[in-house]
């Protein structure tokens, strides 16, 4: 990934266009540590085995049968589609019609430019409706099937008819519920991924790799 005035960056290798990228490889450590990860998505791994190559003992705690988390559900999808498109694919695939309802002026605001075109694009080839400037009225309808929505200007109101799937989504925060009680044992904690701050895969492995470099 190139963006204007910034560093190369890529999901796979956090270390791309760095001068020892070819033949970098993990210090070993001046002391052996025990470190403890819980998750076992890309941050957690990418911790973990920067951690184990230092030569620290390592043990990795995950709460599903299987390594990957969110990234193993979405390799499961056609095509393989970015984990943003997870949503659209199997929303699309399960009713006829999709309608997103947001208070904003635009969807994806507080996403790059590139990544925000390809959302909306997306979105269109899906035929996702949008509805803007909007949030959704609590009334008795909603028993019936139909969701009432009003501007959150001018308080004009609409109705989406025969409703079988509603869905109510906030602003990510962080999965960091296990912190404060780790740190409160006095175990040294660091927060990667999700766990620190809601992001992508390129956010996921910087924050693995940086973790694993530091202990």
């Not at 997103?100 to 002026?105: D, S």
């Not at 109705?159 to 906030?170: H, K, L, Q």
């Amino acid at each position: 990934m190139v963006k204007w005035h910034r560093n190369r960056a890529c999901v796979n290798n956090p270390r791309v266009a760095k001068t020892d990228e070819v033949d970098w490889w993990p210090q070993p450590s001046t002391v052996r540590r025990r470190v403890v990860v819980v998750g076992t998505g890309v941050a957690g791994m990418e911790a973990a085995w920067i951690a184990a190559a230092r030569g620290h003992d390592v043990t990795v705690f995950g709460i599903g049968q299987r390594v990957g988390s969110g990234v193993r559900l979405q390799s499961l999808l056609p095509g393989g589609e970015p984990l943003r498109g997870i949503y659209e694919y199997q929303l699309h695939a399960l009713f006829d019609r999709v309608v997103v309802i947001t208070p904003r002026e635009s969807i994806a605001q507080k996403t790059a430019l590139v990544t925000r075109q390809g959302i909306v694009r997306r979105c269109h080839e899906k035929h996702i409706e949008t509805i803007v400037l909007a949030e959704p009225r609590w009334a008795g309808v909603f028993h019936e099937g139909r969701l009432e929505y009003a501007n959150v200007y001018n308080g004009d109101t609409g109705v989406i008819p025969d409703v079988a799937f509603f869905a109510y989504s906030t602003p990510r925060v962080p999965e960091d519920t296990l912190a404060g009680p780790l740190r409160a044992a006095g175990i040294e904690t660091r927060l990667v991924g999700d766990c620190r701050a809601p992001g992508g895969l390129l956010a996921a492995t910087s924050d693995g790799h940086a973790a694993g470099n530091e202990i």
